[in-house]
């Protein structure tokens, strides 16, 4: 079973890992990091720093691709060659799916006019501006696409896709593996938990990043 | 803050990631990922390889550490000098900390004596053998030593983190920054939650694992 992640500079750390960690732990899996060249790929924060196993070209067709979100999302939703090979990649696969922003690549591809699909709290109207129907659930599973809500959200999208594959006992086994018993020190994970400031403060944050972003 | 995250060959990608993601957050957080030499390591599951920003003669002080766990940490806990830099770094740090069995190395360096810490479920008689005193605790934080259970525990022990440095407003925003509301599909994440079956299951893989690992 090949799982195809893509990379592009400033993705999120998390978003591609919270799948991989889970999807890749399926007997037989055959996980391999793509980015548009064989080079290392930065995240959003800067240290982390990834060598991608394949190129664009080396890969044309994958059972299950993810796509990461992430502030360099939004260079993708216009990158010809990227959304080309999501296209192409898509064409082949079980399971189309995305983390966090990365749902907004998918629908700058064209691949969620009409489909109800998720991402970051604060970018739902990036998502419908791309003809999807954003919903606030944390993974939307319709048809083969499966749309991830911020960040860590990828984890919970993991684990239900391997269910849906490797059935519910795999589910299970790979959670108790990665020993997946969350426990937050707080309850302010989501708009619908978090305190007015608090998001206010995120918000803000977030603004702030996509100023920069847009002068530079 | 410069917050130093120990890279070695077969380490578990997300043990790394959840405290990379959230503490390196913090406003002024310096995060870099730290190698024996200054090369590509691989996670246990092969496909992810990340570049090393550092090697172990390049830096000699951290404000943070983080020593993730993984089946490579097995050769960690009798490689000297891994453990000698661990021990420097930690003359050094506010924080020393490890996810999964990242403490088992911290106890090989002779940093748990008689310290309450945790480690992933199935590896508590490894901790205890390093002079440990292993919890069923999610989060230990002892002094400046500061351990989570398996795998996933790291982004806990992360959040937890935050809000001592920079207090609990940071660790909420952070927290809906990377929306961190898990709502996994199973409750299987633990042994005091997961079937007999399930947990016989995992036992067994990991079993296998060692078993091919001696082999090796």
């Known amino acids: 079973m090949k799982i ?20 890749s732990r399926i007997p037989g899996a055959e996980p391999v990091f793509v980015g548009c060249e064989k080079r290392i790929f930065r995240t959003d924060l800067g240290a982390l720093a990834v060598q991608a196993g394949a190129s664009f070209a080396d890969i044309d067709r994958a059972d299950i691709l993810i796509v ?20 192409k990649i898509h064409a082949t696969t079980q399971w189309t799916t995305s983390v966090c922003t990365g749902s907004t690549i998918l629908g700058a591809a064209g691949l969620l006019k009409g489909v109800d699909a998720t991402t970051h709290w604060a970018c739902m109207d990036e998502l ?12 939307v599973v319709r048809g083969k696409i499966v749309t991830a809500a911020g960040v860590s959200a990828g984890i919970d999208m993991g684990l239900t896709l391997v ?15 990665i020993e997946y018993d969350p426990q937050p020190p707080f309850d302010s994970g989501s ?26």
Chains 1, 2 share one sequence.
Do not use: C, H
């Not at 419908?128 to 993974?139: D, I, K, Y």
């Not at 269910?163 to 593996?177: M, N, P, V, Y």
């Open 4 to 23: 195809a992640i893509a990379l592009y500079d400033r993705f999120t750390a998390l978003d591609a890992i919270g799948p991989y960690e889970t999807l």
């Open 68 to 87: 990461p979100g992430g502030p360099g999302s939004r260079a993708m939703m216009s990158d010809g060659p990227f959304l080309d090979w999501v296209r």
């Open 128 to 139: 419908a501006s791309t003809g999807a129907n954003p919903t606030g659930e944390r993974v």
């Open 163 to 177: 269910a849906r594959i490797a059935g519910d006992e795999a589910a299970k086994a790979i959670q108790l593996g």
């Open 191 to 216: 708009v619908t938990k978090a305190s007015p400031d608090t998001i206010g403060l995120v918000a803000a944050m977030l603004q702030q990043e996509n100023a920069a972003d847009a002068a530079a």
